[in-house]
């Protein structure tokens, strides 16, 4: 007595359409979440550069005041207004020299004592050529905030000033010596100088 025995046919290669439709979903999560980590880790890595630049312009600015001599940091010349520190090209429908804050057409101006310095005193190019600048904190389609701004805080001369600059994260640290003010579009930091 003969045995036939019915092994199946050896299975062609490949997936089926579900099979696919599986992997590709699940590539598809695992990449939004990757791309979700990468996103939150290049943000924080803005908000660390930003607090780099203003640290690089805090020891610009103290070298400025100890060069002048005069016991004053770079003079304004008006204590109620804040001036960028950079130097800004011209971007879109904003002249060179001037930096977004706040609503969208709203700029502050470069100040060109603080930068260069008055005659026989030095100012902060000096010690910082490039000028670095920060990049643009985002509030709202209606608001952006670019800086760092300096200010003086003296009525007369400038024995005290402050740099105030904006970082996307909420509850970011800034910089040593410095304020926050945490929003729910980013932070707010403000560094007294004295």
Not at 109 to 132: D, R, W, Y
Request: proline share 5%.
């Amino acid at each position: 007595m003969l045995v036939h025995l019915n092994f199946p046919k050896k299975m062609q290669g490949g997936f089926t359409l579900i099979e696919l439709l599986v992997v590709i979903s699940i590539v598809s999560l695992l990449s939004s979440v990757v791309l979700a980590a990468l996103n939150g880790a290049r943000t924080k890595a803005d908000d660390t550069q930003r607090n780099q630049i203003v640290g690089e312009y805090v020891k610009a600015l103290a070298l400025a005041y100890d060069a002048a001599g005069t016991g004053s940091y770079p003079d304004t010349g008006n204590n109620t207004t804040m001036y960028c520190l950079g130097d800004y090209p011209t971007l879109g429908n904003y002249t060179s020299g001037t930096c977004r804050y706040g609503l969208v057409g709203t700029t502050k101006n470069e100040n060109a004592t603080v930068l260069e310095g008055p005659t026989g005193i030095t100012g902060v190019k000096q010690f910082l050529p490039s000028l670095p600048t920060l990049k643009i904190v985002i509030e709202s389609a209606t608001r952006a905030y670019q800086g760092p701004f300096y200010q003086c805080t003296s009525a007369t001369g400038c024995s005290t000033a402050q740099i105030e600059w904006y970082l996307q994260q909420t509850n970011q640290k800034c910089i040593k010596g410095a304020t926050y003010t945490p929003y729910s579009w980013g932070t707010k930091c403000v560094l007294p100088l004295n």
